[in-house]
Nanobody, 122 residues
Framework: QVQLVEGGGGLVEAGGSLRLSCAASGRTFSSYAVGWFRQAPGKEREFVATINRSGGSTYYADSVKGRFTISRDNAKNAAFLQMNSLKPEDTAVYYC???????????????WGQGTQVTVSS
């Protein structure tokens, strides 16, 4: 079992930055790839970014490529999402999740956090 707790969300103006964190419990965090997802009001949850178990490979949704950076620190059982040049359309609840595999569909993620709200004002 892995428990995930997101943090770092908040209200920011367009063009600003936020750094989200995902703290994991348990000693097997390094056995999982990590994904970040988001869900805006009235919309389906969507993929944002993922990182493999070692942190050596990352993959992004086109909508955030070049603006967001995913990273992880296995020694600290944590993952991060650095979000720069934020836009109002980035407003959503952001979730981290883990899966034993890399670059798989959302339904293959085993454990999810409760989410953190990110609001970008125009």
């Amino acid at each position: 079992q892995v428990q995930l707790v997101e943090g770092g969300g908040g209200l920011v103006e367009a063009g600003g930055s936020l750094r989200l964190s995902c703290a994991a419990s348990g000693r097997t965090f390094s056995s999982y790839a990590v994904g970040w997802f988001r869900q805006a009001p009235g919309k389906e949850r969507e993929f944002v970014a993922t990182i493999n178990r070692s942190g050596g490979s990352t993959y992004y949704a086109d909508s955030v490529k070049g603006r967001f950076t995913i990273s992880r620190d296995n020694a600290k059982n944590a993952a991060f999402l650095q979000m720069n040049s934020l836009k109002p359309e980035d407003t959503a609840v952001y979730y981290c999740a883990v899966t034993p595999l890399y670059r798989v569909s959302m339904d293959r993620y085993d454990y999810w956090g409760q989410g953190t709200q990110v609001t970008v004002s125009s």
